[in-house]
């Protein structure tokens, strides 16, 4: 029987759960400091988001994943004691997470929930519209872990190759082809999954024992070998592996998938002893070059037909083997034996920014670290190296050993799925999130270095009434031009965001208020004298310019730094320089306040 589905309080609903996990629960942790950080740092490399909730509600681990995926900014774990999860609901409650409703309301609902101490799995919208799914567990000692994925396009997660399993069925694992082997007896001695998802194979079969003959029998009672009496068809197969000649064909499954099936005797001292086959769907792409070239030994084809290579180095660094990378790399195996690895890597990669690499250096075992390698053409490639270190029979360290995995494609689609989470679509410019990141570290630094840290609050003047006769695409053209104006003519090191509609905020580190006031009346007037030439604009308007009027904030190292605060003042400014007839700089600095009761409008 199903748990029932229930609502949560932000309309999201938790889906049934088997009978059999009603009740599970991950078993109590319990660590000390030093083990709760060693958890946390563990916590850091994760995919995803992962929060770990204690008995007394207190949250132990929340990641930067899941900071991120949630869009909690890290003041809120930046004191000595843990933020209580009463205090993150809220904080989500008010700024609507969760929809409408009473935030008070809500804040209950979500406590309910928890001190049930229910296993969940559910989905929910944030207001930016990504969708994460949810899942979390109960400490049997109280208290619970969720993890958080986000699900918005693509099930982004990738299953890790058991990394405990023998070498060679890792290798196995990791290629996209099924993989067969079948004994001088024609018995199944070794499978991977690929091979039974590939050939649609029902899973009963994937045990100990099974026989080649069994397999055939299921692929001609459900007409994979076309029409035909059953027995006769796997008579005829059974003939012709017996004989155990090399063979390459494809072949078309009865639901339109086409099969490359490639088979090559194996012996051992010119004893045949079994043979292995590769399965490849080569129905989405042209037919894959998939040759398999050495017979003589399971780990060579694997290497040949997955985007893996293995490797071995000297201790001091040297490649003394390597296999497979030529097809990764695009080296022939002699033109990187006997030199350094680091000399094929990308430059920026050193030991002390590279994990790979200082852990190398302190001969340290260590699994799917990153690195960026240069192709012999130029290009580069992101590998995910496992490697572990090498001794002699005299204990005596030798180099070390290990497997890399192409992930180019992947951390391609990541990089751009961290900047589209962290820019404007429109504008290209920084959104609020980053922003807000971003503000931390500068705060951190004007106060290690004791100095300011101004802001500017930018604002196209009468932009509604240029959506108004203009229309909103010409709007868009015109937020576009202001905030490729603002992004060239500040420093590098300054920050210029989108912080919403026509609205501009720059972060302008280590710049006093005079200096700040100075930019500010600069950027006034490279927007002002910026031509507008627009297809959209006719004769009559072509004189037509755009203003902003900007609102300056100054805060010293020597007080509380606080968004908010800096953010009121510069508005404050903004609002000041509307009021004054716009296309104008107001400054205000922090702790001041206007004495105007004039209601402020833009």
């Known amino acids: ?46 995919p995803c988001g992962l929060t770990i909730i204690d008995a007394n509600m207190q949250v132990a681990i929340c990641n930067q994943r899941c900071r991120q995926l949630l ?18 609901i809220r904080f989500n409650a008010e700024r609507g997470e969760y929809g409408d409703g009473d935030p008070n309301k809500i804040v209950s609902d979500w406590l309910t929930l928890a001190n049930e101490q229910r296993a969940h799995i559910f989905e929910r919208s944030r207001p930016n519209g990504i969708r994460l799914e949810i899942r979390g567990l109960p400490l049997a000692g ?63 079969l994937s045990h100990p024992g099974v026989t080649f003959e069994e397999l055939l029998w299921i692929n001609a009672q459900r007409g994979e070998y076309g029409p035909g009496d059953p027995a006769v068809q796997v008579a005829q197969r059974i003939n012709l592996a017996m004989q155990f000649q090399p063979h390459k064909f494809n072949r078309t499954r009865p639901d339109g998938t086409e099969l ?29 070059e998939a040759a398999v070239r050495h017979a ?28 497979g990378a030529e097809k990764i790399l695009g080296y022939h195996a002699e033109e990187m034996i006997g030199n350094r690895l680091v000399d094929f890597l990308a430059p920026e990669q050193g030991v002390e920014s590279n994990a790979v690499l200082s852990d190398m250096k302190r001969k340290k075992a260590y699994k799917n670290g990153e690195l960026r ?18 001794y002699d029979d005299i204990d005596r360290f030798i180099g070390f050993r290990g497997v ?74 015109c937020l576009r031009l202001v905030a490729e104006r603002l992004q060239h003519s500040v420093r590098s090191v300054d920050l210029v965001s989108r912080f919403g509609g026509e609205e501009f905020v720059i972060l302008l580190p280590d710049t006093d208020l005079a200096g700040a006031t100075k930019l500010a009346e600069h950027l006034r007037q490279v927007v002002e004298l910026t031509p507008i030439k627009h297809a959209q604009l006719s004769q009559s308007t072509e004189n037509l310019r755009i203003t902003i009027s900007v609102g300056v904030a100054t805060a010293s190292s020597d007080q509380a730094i606080e968004f908010d605060d800096l953010m009121g003042e510069a508005d404050e400014g903004l609002y000041l320089a509307k009021r004054q007839g716009r296309n104008r700089v107001e400054s205000r600095v922090t702790g001041s306040h206007s004495n105007s009761n004039q209601t402020p409008t833009i």
């Open 1 to 46: 029987m199903a748990v029932p589905s229930q609502a949560q309080p932000d309309g999201a609903t938790v889906h049934a759960r088997p009978e059999s996990e009603k009740d599970s629960s991950v078993p109590l942790l319990t660590l000390d400091a030093s083990g709760l950080a060693l958890l946390a740092l563990m916590a850091e490399h994760l």
């Open 71 to 88: 869009g909690l900014p890290n003041y809120l774990f930046d004191g000595d004691i843990p933020p209580h999860f009463e205090q993150l």
């Open 142 to 204: 109280g208290g619970f872990v969720s993890i958080y994925n986000d699900v918005t396009q693509h099930n982004l997660a990738i299953e890790e190759s058991k990394r405990y399993a023998a070498y060679l069925r890792s290798v196995i694992e990791s290629l996209p082809q099924g993989i067969s082997v079948i004994d001088e007896h024609l018995n199944m001695v070794l499978w991977n999954k690929a091979f039974f998802d590939v050939l649609a194979l029902p899973e009963s």
């Open 260 to 288: 490359e099936i490639v088979g090559k005797p194996m012996d051992v001292d010119g004893q045949v002893v079994g043979f292995i086959s590769t399965y490849t769907d080569i129905t989405p792409y042209k037919r894959a």
């Open 296 to 323: 003589n030994a399971l780990m060579e084809d694997a290497i040949s037909y997955s985007p893996t290579y293995i490797w071995e180095i000297d201790a001091d660094g040297c490649f003394v083997f390597i296999k």
């Open 373 to 390: 390698y240069f192709r012999k053409d130029g290009g580069t490639v992101w590998v995910s190296s496992s490697a572990h270190p090498l």
């Open 404 to 477: 890399d995995v192409d992930i180019t494609e992947l951390t391609q689609a990541r990089s751009e799925l961290e900047r589209m989470a962290w820019e404007d679509p429109l504008t290209r410019l920084a959104n609020r999130y980053r922003l807000l990141d971003r503000f931390e570290l500068e705060v951190d630094r004007a106060h290690r270095h004791r100095s300011s840290l101004s802001l500017l609050v930018a604002d196209i003047d009468h932009f509604k009434s240029i959506n108004d006769q203009f229309g909103h695409l010409f709007g868009d053209y």
